[in-house]
Each structure stands twice: as structure tokens, then as C-alpha cells.
């Protein structure tokens, strides 16, 4: 396949997201300011100006009208997709790292890093119809875990939370009461921070990557380990497809780590595996450096990546990807 | 009695004939009909029209554009509404000619995984000899030989570059078996006075050289002298390449040599190859000894 390589972020990328049709993609990156870009042929649509810090994450709404971003500039902040005009700005006492809307879009999910002594936080704001009566006010705030939340999702019909972040640790809080139903196994789970997580498109089981140089797939109710999948590389990013059963999974090393001995160090590719036989079934290269974001279009027929590099690369699967036998 | 009526169509053209003097020069309003060859078996389409430019003259416009099918997508209405959105943000000045994305000149595959250290040569196929199904692919570099053994344990281990990999190399061990004949290898001659080589000229074609050499830095851990001359050559003839192993590795210390034998090819391949992206990793080429101006 010949990737469409967009050079739109000055700075390495965070995230990627694609809206529920598959025919937009946003970027986010270190750049402080996130990208829509047609996810077709890669042209970019436009830009949406006013955060002032690193964009973690992005989350498009159903109907791809809303944008709700996440920021190291202690906001987050709600957008009209096809203006790019900030409607409103959640501001918080410390960088927000993860943003997920309900299903139904009412409501947003905000994780919150621990910083000057506040710790980490889980927030659920309420989002307004009508932006002019957007209040700032959190239905629910969830307070506890050490360390600094990585991603937080909405479980199956919104009635939990799923969070997992630095003490790799995966945690389901009710999404009401905010109380702690179930916890990750230390012994099975991940070793080291959890860097990413990926829901499947019927929410039945999720994926995480952690600097432990594996990926995990677990199933959403009873958060029982399913699937392992060894990485020689930490992982930064991972993905599940919703058309075939394959997993990719990115990763690599900071700049500073290069020099350690690792002889593959430097060949960053995004590897796909095989979700349930755990195989390998191959890698695709051309990032020239760790990659950070990975995500699957909804149809299932193309995929993008992104890294430290500020490359985002578009890739439409070729016809013989989708006859792939192990 | 048939009478054979052949329609003459009523041409509404007009009839050189009926014009006067003056009208004649009317005709340059028309312009000829835009004539579109369409893509053919390489989907190329050529497109030839004609406008007036803003001097008033009469511009042959020809593009030839090639046309991909990426594949269908059915897309929903809401879609369609959106691709005809207006741009925003940064991208509001962003003409077509913005080189923001771009289609990679590399095609990529979804490489399947191979036991770690064979060579992905499409020359593989070729001499491979009985090898069992599932048998790990073992490909030795110095003796070319394959499925038998790997470079580090070849029995070869000596023996100089296979003679193929290089266009003229007066050094090497094979043009030191043309020695001046007698002298039975107890005598040592120096390289300059062995046969197979120019005599006079070879010191300063050497030295000149010398002055053609391009240093090429940010080289890959595998990277090699072949690969370096595969990259190399197309700029023109090289006389030596080399690549800088760490002995205890194995590995390449990530930069490299290359002579060529002429002056303006070293300066082609600096210019192209500066930046160019190689087993991704970005090459830096340039002159070896500071500027020779």
C-alpha cells in the first residue's frame, strides 16, 4: 500500500481519532493544536486554535458536530467541528491527560494528572445542547489512584468507568455513585504504566498497552485477562480493528533511550497481531520514530498512525490484507 | 426514379467564402474544443485546452494528470455534506499546490515475520537449492551461499569481497594473484606496481579520488559496502566504498565512505541523497575532506 504521509503537527503526535463515519480524522499532538484532516485522502480540513499546551486527546461526538480536547494547559475545551470555533473551556487545577464521551454525547469523561499536590482525578462533566448554557459544573469526581490516570473510558450503556494509567492497574468505578467495582489482577496485569487503551466497537472488551513491552485484551464486564500480546518494544499505542480479528500495536523509544543495545532499535513500525491466536501477522515501517498514536477507521479498511516524528501516516489496506489466512 | 438526397446538414458554420476581409480575424474568439485523451492502460489522462492569458493570447494548456483508483467508499450523506465544508484554522490559506500530504514514494507492505537476521533480497529464489519446507532461510554474505550457513560462520571467512560486487579495485587480493609474474609471492609488491591496475596515473587518480570522497553519516545497523554501492552507483562509476564496523558487533558504526570517480557525480549524489530517508534512517551525505572549493 502506498501510505499518505500528512505533515501537518510541528511537534510528535498524542492521538488519533476517527468520527463514527470514517470520512474525518483528528490529530492530536504536542503542538497545542489539533487537525481534522479527510481521512480519505489525507487533505486537511482545518485547525482548531486556543490551547496553549500539549493536546492529549481528542473525542468527536456521534453526529461529528462537537470536539471536546484535552490539554496539558489545565483545559478542556469543546468545539464546533466544522468552524473550528471554541464553544466552551473546562479549566482545572492540573494538565487534563484523557477525554471520552458518553454514548448519546451528554456527558464527557475528563482525566486529570496529578500535579502540585493534587492528586489524580476523574471528572464526568455534563454537556449542554446549547452551548450558552454550558456550566462547568461535574456530575460526578472520582479521587484515588496514584499516579496519573493515562486514559478513562465509558464502559457498555455508560454505567461504568474504565481507567487504567501509571501504577497499571485497570480499574472499573460505577458511573454513577463513583464507587470502585472491580480492579485489574496485579499478578496477570500489566507490570509497568499502562500507556493506552482501545475499547472494541461493542464496548465487550478493550485493549491496553503498557511500557511492559506487552498488550493486554480484557473483557469489559468481569475484567478477566483474555489475550496477551508480546511487543519487544514499549507500547505507546494500540488498536483494534472492527472488521477482522487483528490488533495493531505501536511503540518505541524515546530519543534518550536510543542508545541502549536493542539491535532493532530504530525500525519503528506498528505491528498487527493476530487478537485471538496472538501471532504475529506482520508489521508495517516507515515511521522515523516511536509511534504514539494508532487508530483504525470504523470501516475497518484503512488505518493511520502516528508519531514521534509529527507524521501522521494514512494507510488503505491493499485487497490481499483482507485474505490474510494463519 | 430514386432520387438519392443526401441530406446536407444544415451547418450552422461559417462559410469562409461569405466572409468579408475584416471579419476574418473575428474567428480568433473561437478557441479549439478541450480534447481529453483519457486514461489509458497506466491511467494517464491528458487534458488539452486552450484559454486566453491576461495579455489576451490564445495559451495551450496541456495536463496530464494520473488517475488512481484508491477503491470505493460508500459514504454516508452527511459525509458528502462534510467534504464540501470550508476550510478553517491554519489550513483557511491552503492552496492545492500545499505539499502538507503527500502520497509516500514507497510502497509499504504488511511485512510478514521472518526469522531474525535473513536478508529480504528478491534474488533469493534463485540458487536456493533443496531446502526443507520451514527451514529457516540462512544467507552468508561473503560467500553469497545460501541456506548453508551465516557470515559469521563462514568458512570463506577470508577470502575478499566476491569479485562481482565491485567495478575496479586494484587492491584486492585477486589483482594481487596478477602480480608481476615469478615472483612466486615471496616478493611483496606494493599496490601500486601490481598488475591490473594503471601504473602511473594510479596515485593521483587515487588522490583525486580522495578529493571525490563523500562521507555518509546516520547509516543503519546492517547497513553494508554493497548496499552503500547499490545506493551509490546510479550518480556514476564508484571506485570504493566503505562502511565502519564495530568488530566486536558486527555492526555498522552508522557511517560510511564513498569514492567516486568523478568529481560532478559526488557532488549529484550529495545534493540528491542529503536527507533522503534509507531503512529508516535519515542519510546525511556530504564531502568528506572540508569543502574542496
Known amino acids: 500500500m502506498r501510505p499518505i504521509l500528512m505533515k501537518g503537527h510541528e511537534r510528535p503526535l498524542t492521538f488519533l481519532k476517527y468520527n463514527r463515519e470514517g470520512d474525518l480524522l483528528l490529530s492530536c499532538a504536542k503542538d497545542h493544536t489539533p487537525t481534522v484532516w479527510f481521512a480519505d485522502d489525507g487533505q486537511r480540513l482545518g485547525t482548531y486554535r486556543g490551547h496553549n499546551g500539549a493536546v492529549w486527546c481528542c473525542d468527536v461526538s456521534h453526529d461529528s458536530t462537537r470536539l471536546v480536547t484535552g490539554s496539558a494547559d489545565q483545559s478542556v475545551k469543546l468545539w464546533d467541528v466544522q468552524t473550528g470555533t471554541q464553544l466552551y473551556s473546562f479549566n482545572f487545577n492540573s494538565p487534563a491527560r484523557s477525554v471520552d464521551f458518553s454514548v448519546g454525547d451528554k456527558l464527557v469523561v475528563i482525566t486529570t494528572d496529578p500535579f502540585m499536590g493534587n492528586p489524580s482525578t476523574i471528572q464526568v462533566k455534563r454537556i449542554a445542547e446549547d452551548p450558552a448554557d454550558q456550566t462547568s459544573d461535574s456530575v460526578l469526581t472520582i479521587k484515588g489512584p496514584q499516579g496519573r490516570i493515562n486514559r478513562a473510558v465509558w464502559g457498555p450503556l455508560n454505567k461504568t468507568i474504565i481507567s487504567a494509567g501509571e501504577d497499571s492497574i485497570i480499574r472499573i468505578w460505577d458511573s454513577e455513585t463513583g464507587q470502585l467495582l472491580k480492579e485489574s489482577d496485579k499478578e496477570s496485569g500489566h507490570q509497568k504504566t499502562i500507556s493506552s487503551l482501545c475499547m472494541f466497537t461493542d464496548k465487550s472488551h478493550f485493549l491496553t498497552g503498557s511500557a511492559d513491552k506487552s498488550a493486554k485484551l480484557w473483557d469489559t464486564r468481569s475484567l478477566t485477562l483474555l489475550k496477551t500480546y508480546q511487543m519487544d518494544r514499549p507500547v505507546n499505542a494500540v488498536a483494534i480493528s472492527p472488521l477482522l480479528d487483528h490488533v495493531v500495536i505501536g511503540g518505541g523509544q524515546e530519543a534518550v533511550n536510543v542508545t541502549m543495545t536493542d539491535r532493532r532499535a530504530g525500525k519503528f513500525e506498528a505491528k498487527f497481531y493476530h487478537k485471538i491466536l496472538q501471532d504475529e501477522i506482520g508489521g508495517v515501517k516507515g515511521h522515523f520514530g516511536p509511534i504514539n498514536a494508532l487508530a483504525f477507521n470504523p470501516d475497518g479498511r484503512s488505518f493511520s498512525s502516528g508519531g514521534e516524528d509529527g507524521y501522521v501516516r494514512l494507510h488503505h489496506f491493499d485487497p490481499d490484507y483482507f485474505s490474510i489466512r494463519m | ?293
Not at chain 2, 142 to 161: E, M, N, R, V
Not at chain 2, 248 to 256: E, P
Request: hydrophobic share 30%; charged share 30%; proline share 7%.
Open chain 2, 1 to 293: 426514379m430514386a432520387a438519392v438526397e443526401s441530406a446536407r446538414p444544415q451547418a450552422a458554420k461559417l462559410r469562409w467564402g461569405e466572409l468579408e476581409e475584416d471579419d476574418a480575424g473575428d474567428l480568433d474568439f473561437l478557441l479549439p474544443p478541450r480534447v481529453v485523451e483519457g486514461p489509458d492502460e497506466n491511467g494517464i489522462k491528458k487534458t488539452t485546452e486552450y484559454r486566453f492569458d491576461e495579455d489576451g493570447n490564445k495559451v495551450k494548456v496541456t495536463t496530464t494528470t494520473r488517475v488512481r483508483k484508491l477503491g470505493k467508499a460508500r459514504v454516508s450523506k452527511k459525509a458528502k455534506e462534510r467534504r464540501n465544508w470550508a476550510k478553517f484554522g491554519d489550513a483557511v490559506h491552503e492552496d492545492v499546490g500545499s505539499r502538507l500530504t503527500m502520497v509516500s514514494t514507497e510502497e509499504i507492505l504488511l511485512e510478514r515475520p521472518r526469522a531474525p537476521g535473513t536478508k529480504e533480497e528478491p534474488s533469493v529464489s534463485e540458487g536456493l537449492g533443496p531446502v526443507q519446507p520451514g527451514a529457516v532461510l540462512m544467507v552468508c554474505r561473503t560467500c553469497g551461499k545460501k541456506g548453508d550457513h551465516w557470515t559469521s560462520k563462514c568458512p570463506y571467512k577470508d577470502l575478499a569481497q566476491p569479485p562481482e560486487t565491485f567495478v575496479e579495485r586494484p587492491s584486492t587480493a585477486d589483482a594481487a594473484s596478477a602480480a608481476p609474474g615469478g615472483a612466486g609471492r615471496s616478493a611483496y609488491v606494493p599496490p601500486s606496481m601490481r598488475g591490473g591496475g594503471e601504473r602511473t596515473g594510479t596515485e593521483m587518480s587515487r588522490r583525486r579520488n580522495d578529493e571525490n570522497s563523500v562521507r555518509v553519516t546516520n547509516l543503519s545497523e546492517d547497513t553494508r559496502e554493497p548496499d552503500l554501492l547499490e545506493l551509490f552507483r546510479t550518480f556514476g562509476p564508484v571506485s570504493r566504498v566503505y562502511v565502519a564496523i564495530d568488530q566486536k558487533t558486527g555492526m555498522s558504526r552508522g557511517f560510511g565512505f564513498v569514492n567516486f570517480v568523478h568529481r560532478e557525480d559526488a557532488e549529484r549524489a550529495i545534493n540528491k541523497l542529503n536527507g533522503y530517508g534509507y531503512d529508516n534512517l535519515i542519510l546525511r551525505v556530504e564531502w568528506a575532506t572540508p569543502r574542496p572549493n
